[in-house]
C-alpha cells in the first residue's frame, strides 16, 4: 500500500514538472499532495516532499505558509523512539528526512528572499535543537544545518548576520534563569559557528565600510561590556581582529583597547580594610588581550596601554597590595610595553611624559625586581629597561 502511495505521487510530481503552465491545477494538486505527503508515515514520502515543494511552493502565495510549515516539520522529524531502538535503518530514514528538509529551506529561501530572515532564524533554532539532542547522527547533522546557515549568509549577508547577532548581545535584564542559560547557549553556538564554518564567508562579505561589517562590528562591541572574559577572548580574537577595520591602527582598535581596559577596572577593587592582599586573577586574562591587540595586532597605540599602566598599575600603593607573584607581573608586562612604545614611537612628547612617570615610580619597581632572581630572562630584561628609561629621561 506504501509503494503504491509512493508511486503515485511520484508520477504526480513528474506531470507537475512538465507541466508548462506554472500555476495550474495540476501543479496545485500536486503540491498540495506534497504537503500531506510530509505527515505522512512513510519517509520516502517525506524525502519526496522535501526534495519538491521548494520547486512548487513559489507558485502558489496562497500555499506558501502551510508548504513553508510542512518543510519545517519535515526538519525536525521524528520516528516513534523504539522505532529507533529496533530498527537503526528507520534512524537512518529519519535522518535523512530531516537532512533534505535543511536543504529545502536554502532552495526556499534563494526562490524567494522574503524568506531568508525567517528561515535563518528557524536553521538557527534547528542547530540548537540538534546540539541538545544528543542523536548518534548529531556531529553530521550539525555540519549539514551549519552548510545551509552559511548558504543563507552568501544569499543575503546582511539580513542573515542580523539574525545571528541577535543572539550575540545579552538581554539587559527581566530574564529569569532557565532563559538566561537558553541565550548563553545560543550565543556560545553561534560564535562558535561565525569564527569557525562561517568564518571565511563572514570575511568575504564584511568587506571594511560595508553595511555587513558595521552591523557585525556594532552587534560584538555591544556584547563586549556584558560578556565575560572567555567569550570576550572568542569574539576579540577570532572575529574583530580577523575583519578588515581591525588589520592596523583604526580609531576602532582604541575603541577596543577601551572597551576591555575598562573591564579591567572592576577587577582592580580591592576592599581597603581587608588583610588579605589584592589579586590580579581576573585582571590578567583582559591586560593580556589588551597587550595582544598592541603588542601583536598592533590595532591600537602602544601609549595609551602605557599610560593605563602609569595611572592604574605601578603606583607603590597598589603594588604593595598585591602578591609578589602579582606585582612582578605587572612588572614585567610594563616592561614589554615599554619596550614597544620605543622601538615603535608613535608621540615622542606623551612618550616622555610617560616615561617620566615610570621613572618616578622605579624605586619600588626595581626593589621588587632585585629582590627576584635576575638570572631569568624577563626580569633581567624588565630590569635593562627600566634603568635605560631612568637614563633617558635624566639627559
Known amino acids: 500500500m506504501e509503494?503504491?502511495?509512493?508511486?503515485?505521487?511520484?508520477?504526480?510530481?513528474r506531470r507537475a514538472a512538465s507541466n508548462p503552465d506554472k500555476s495550474g491545477i495540476q501543479r496545485r494538486e500536486a503540491l498540495k499532495k506534497l504537503i500531506v505527503s510530509s505527515h505522512s508515515g512513510s519517509p520516502a514520502l517525506k524525502i519526496l516532499a522535501a526534495g519538491n515543494i521548494p520547486s512548487l511552493f513559489n507558485d502558489f502565495p496562497e500555499l506558501e505558509e502551510e508548504a513553508i510549515n510542512?518543510?519545517?516539520?519535515?526538519?525536525?522529524?521524528?520516528?516513534?523512539?523504539?522505532?529507533?531502538?529496533?530498527?537503526?535503518?528507520?534512524?537512518?530514514?529519519?535522518?535523512?528526512?530531516?537532512?533534505?528538509?535543511?536543504?529545502?529551506?536554502?532552495?526556499?529561501?534563494?526562490?524567494?528572499?522574503k524568506w531568508i530572515k525567517r528561515n535563518a532564524d528557524v536553521l538557527l533554532q534547528l542547530l540548537q535543537s540538534v546540539h541538545s539532542a544528543g542523536q548518534i547522527d548529531e556531529p553530521d547533522e550539525v555540519l549539514v544545518v551549519k552548510k545551509a546557515l552559511t548558504e543563507h549568509l552568501d544569499m543575503d549577508p546582511k539580513v542573515t548576520l542580523g539574525v545571528l547577532c541577535d543572539q550575540i548581545v545579552p538581554p539587559d535584564e527581566?530574564?529569569?534563569?532557565?532563559?538566561?542559560?537558553?541565550?548563553?547557549?545560543?550565543?556560545?553556538l553561534v560564535l562558535?559557528?561565525?569564527?569557525?564554518?562561517?568564518?571565511?564567508?563572514?570575511?568575504?562579505?564584511?568587506?571594511?565600510?560595508?553595511?555587513?561589517?558595521?552591523?557585525?562590528?556594532?552587534?560584538?562591541?555591544?556584547?563586549?561590556?556584558?560578556?565575560?572574559?572567555?567569550?570576550?577572548?572568542?569574539?576579540?580574537?577570532?572575529?574583530?581582529?580577523?575583519?578588515?577595520?581591525?588589520?592596523?591602527?583604526?580609531?576602532?582598535?582604541q575603541v577596543l583597547l577601551g572597551m576591555l581596559l575598562e573591564k579591567i577596572k572592576p577587577c582592580l577593587d580591592h576592599d581597603p580594610h581587608s588583610r588579605k592582599p589584592a589579586e590580579l586573577t581576573t585582571a590578567r586574562p583582559y591586560l593580556q588581550l589588551a597587550g595582544f591587540i598592541v603588542l601583536e595586532s598592533?590595532?591600537?597605540?602602544?601609549?595609551?596601554?602605557?599610560?593605563?599602566?602609569?595611572?592604574?598599575?605601578?603606583?607603590?600603593?597598589?603594588?604593595?597590595?598585591?602578591?609578589?607573584?602579582?606585582?612582578?607581573?605587572?612588572?614585567?608586562?610594563?616592561?614589554?610595553?615599554?619596550?614597544?612604545?620605543?622601538?615603535n614611537p608613535e608621540n615622542d612628547e606623551r612618550f616622555m611624559l610617560l616615561k617620566s612617570r615610570i621613572v618616578e615610580a622605579c624605586p619600588f619597581l626595581l626593589e621588587t625586581l632585585l629582590f627576584t632572581n635576575l638570572s631569568q630572562t624577563r626580569s633581567a630584561n624588565a630590569c635593562q629597561w627600566l634603568l635605560d628609561t631612568c637614563i633617558a629621561v635624566s639627559r
Not at 527581566?174 to 556560545?188: F, H, N, P, T, Y
Request: glycine content about 4%; charged content about 25%; overall charge negative.
Open 174 to 188: 527581566g530574564v529569569d534563569e532557565e532563559e538566561k542559560q537558553i541565550r548563553d547557549r545560543l550565543r556560545e
Open 70 to 113: 510542512a518543510i519545517y516539520d519535515l526538519c525536525e522529524d521524528q520516528s516513534p523512539q523504539v522505532a529507533y531502538i529496533l530498527h537503526i535503518s528507520k534512524l537512518l530514514t529519519t535522518f535523512q528526512v530531516r537532512i533534505k528538509g535543511y536543504a529545502a529551506i536554502s532552495r526556499i529561501s534563494d526562490a524567494q528572499n
Open 3 to 13: 509503494m503504491n502511495e509512493d508511486r503515485e505521487v511520484k508520477e504526480l510530481v
Open 298 to 343: 598592533k590595532t591600537a597605540f602602544s601609549c595609551d596601554l602605557l599610560q593605563y599602566y602609569c595611572n592604574s598599575l605601578i603606583g607603590k600603593i597598589f603594588l604593595q597590595k598585591l602578591e609578589v607573584d602579582d606585582r612582578l607581573w605587572v612588572i614585567h608586562n610594563l616592561a614589554d610595553v615599554l619596550a614597544f612604545c620605543k622601538e
Open 192 to 253: 562558535s559557528f561565525l569564527s569557525g564554518e562561517a568564518k571565511r564567508t563572514v570575511i568575504r562579505h564584511a568587506v571594511a565600510g560595508s553595511p555587513s561589517e558595521e552591523l557585525l562590528l556594532s552587534s560584538l562591541l555591544t556584547a563586549i561590556p556584558k560578556l565575560n572574559f572567555n567569550t570576550v577572548n572568542v569574539i576579540v580574537k577570532d572575529l574583530l581582529l580577523s575583519l578588515p577595520s581591525y588589520h592596523k591602527y583604526s580609531p576602532r582598535g
